[in-house]
């Protein structure tokens, strides 16, 4: 699943857990982390030396939870945001996930939240119980108050008056309707459906191919009382090359309709994180803005090598 979806199933995390005894103790961390991939600041970071050295820089991080203190330190370094601290060692029913958060603004503490999976999907409500940007450096940590069954599933958060601009996925098993439907009812004059229904192929695969016209006056871009972009335009979209939001949807506006395009004339995708972080956001940009549905979205291309190699790799032997 992880291959084909990139979310982790239940057993590549309970693999990832320690002994029910350690998890009663104190808060652990869960690290994500699955393929070999060459990074290692999580081992390098630790105080207490509890990730183990890595002999090579691809390894994958092995943990020792006797020597962990759940401090989170790890969790700030991860570039992929792949650490992840819960405890489960309150014993009254509830526990708390602290996730890595790369967002501006951060959430107050004290607020109600919807929770999300590693999927994306709306699973429940959180309370955000500590907001610890850092003091010096590394991603802010924020803490939820979740139920202790959930512990394993939540991974992300929206604020509830955001939740009408996220695109949930249409996944089984998700109480996302409900939730949503209680938020449009809090503020029915002005919320959008959370939900995107997917008009063209709902309940009919023979639908024509849609229009790739894109609607200039629907995709006008959000402007504030001054006439200036709002943050959700500055939003940047590509990180590693720091492209906007508003970067994209001029590009797509201009016609570059697939994520390759984009890709080639903006060099989002390009970075370090090869278009994992970006890639998905750019497609989710180009259905709206075109009307097509998000499935029919390819990626972009992938060649390998898929990870760095050194020189010698290709030349046989010589670094030269
Ligand atoms: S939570 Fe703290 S002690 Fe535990 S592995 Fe991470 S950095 Fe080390
Ligand atoms: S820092 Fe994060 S992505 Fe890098 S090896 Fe550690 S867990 Fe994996």
New binding site residues.
Partial sequence: MLTTTGVADNNLIQRCLPSPSRRALR???VIECFQEIPCNP?ST????H??LPMDSIHDIPV?DFD?????????RVCPGLA?F?VDESRGDGTGSVSLPYEFCPLPQKGEIVFTMDRAGCVIGEGTVVRVSPGKTSGTPLVTLNVPIEQVHDVRFFCSKERADRFVLLNTAETISDKIILSAIDDDSDTAVPAIVEDDNNAGNEESPPVSKNIDNEKNERERDDNGNDTDEDEAIICRCEGITRREIRELIAEGYTTVDEIKRISRSGMGPCQARTCGPLIADEIARMTGQSRDSIQPSMHRPPVVAQPIAFFTGGDDE
């Fill in positions: 808060p652990y961390p999580c970071s630790c105080p207490f509890a990730i943990l020597k962990c203190t759940g401090c989170g330190a790890c969790a650490i601290i």
